[in-house]
């Protein structure tokens, strides 16, 4: 016999099923509860950087929007650097961004929407710098754990092809389901990015 | 200023990566038997990713963003009475894999009345809302990785997946630790519920211990005299090494 490695088990995940907006929008849920709604609103008029509008829809395999999807983005600020005690790399922080927002689809359209900054480069391993990125986290119905991807930019092609997890993707052709789309339509500046839960072009998912 | 700030480094807390999730553990993918899970599922395989400080940050929440009766699901959807159902109170400690409290995380939890039914747009099973019952409440931690909440016992309720398929009586959480490799939503189910082991999404996880490890006990001792029982639901996230060797997230 040798010791027991006495370490706890980490809390099975469950799925946040189709009523997750009660808990956690109840707004969309359609009733008006909490004072203050968190991960509603990402930015103030003081917030440092680049407004940027983030748009997609998360589909399943046959190509069919979800519509009762829930997803988390994190992030850093302008400089690069997150809103956190343990970012250790020295740049300022922005104290009022804190770089997390929630948001739901819409219950007809599928259509999901971010209104955030764009963030600066952050540290990776080694001596890596990692290009520009958001942290994604989607849950809905059907989703049994939640699914983490990255999201990076379309206008850092320099960025993107020195960034460590991008390179990480044995096929070049998956890297692109990461890449947000950029346009700009009336002065905002919109990245489109689509989610494919499965199939032909099924974005890549992250065990972090 | 922003109604949160970053809290005050706590002294004991480790520097290093999250253990890595064991995924032999938590529900795949695909469960065939929870029918949504069939188109919903990724086929490719994850790709691993050791911690960067992408990882192991995550977002902040403080106690003047929550209102003082968050944690009440008694009160906090009162309109000039009280909820109908069993009065219970739900508390635990929320823990690392490690054992050590995690402070300051923010909980978050939902479920529907004690007839099974939702206050959602969506729901349209047949058993009444209530009045005074919205069915969402948030708390955060204290220092000592302790939480609470008071509610009704939720009602299980029928769903579309077999034809006679009925949910558990259960409370959705979603919990944030320190770090957004922690970020996690469960289920709590109730000790003695003999729909547990025949509910597909329950069975989605292979690990019969999993599974216990979701399901609380009551807890006399927590109950209120002629008031309110009590069930105990302790959370278990991600731990976190001490000491990093070589790779250190430090650079150089």
Known sequence: MVQPLDYLRETASQTAGPYVHIGLIPKQAGFDIFENQLGDTMLTPETKGER??????????????????????????????????????GKPLDETFRGWGRTGSHFETGLYTFKTIKPGAVRGRHTHTMAPH???WIVARGINIGLNTRMYFSDETEANAKDPVLNLIELEKRRETL??????????????????LQGDNETVFLDI | MPRWRIPMEHPTSPKGEYFQRDRTMHPPALTPHYKTSVTRSHKNALLSLQNSLSE?????????????LDNDLIRNYAHGGDPIGERIIV???????????QPNALLEFWQANAGGRYR???????????????????????ENGYYMFRTIKPG????????NNWRPAHIHFSIFGPAFAQRLITQMYFEGDPLIWSCPIVRGIPDDDAIRQLIAPLDLNASIPIDTLAYKFDIVLRGRRSTMFENRLEGN
Do not use: M
């Open chain 1, 52 to 89: 940027i509008t983030i748009k997609g829809h998360v589909f399943d395999s046959t190509g069919t929007p979800l519509r009762d999807v829930l997803l988390e983005i994190w992030q850093a600020n302008a400089d690069g650097r997150y809103n956190h005690p343990d970012d250790t790399q």
């Open chain 1, 134 to 136: 958001i942290n994604v």
């Open chain 1, 179 to 196: 890449i947000a789309q950029r346009s700009e339509r009336d002065g905002e500046v919109i990245y489109t990015f689509d989610i494919h």
């Open chain 2, 56 to 68: 192991i940050t995550g977002p902040v929440f403080g106690h003047n963003e929550l209102g003082a």
């Open chain 2, 91 to 101: 508390h635990g400690r929320v823990l690392d894999e490690a054992g050590r409290p």
């Open chain 2, 120 to 142: 959602h747009k969506k729901d349209t099973y047949l058993a009444p809302i209530d009045p005074n019952f919205g069915g969402c409440g948030r708390t955060l931690s204290d």
């Open chain 2, 156 to 163: 299980p309720y029928p769903w579309r997946n077999f034809v």
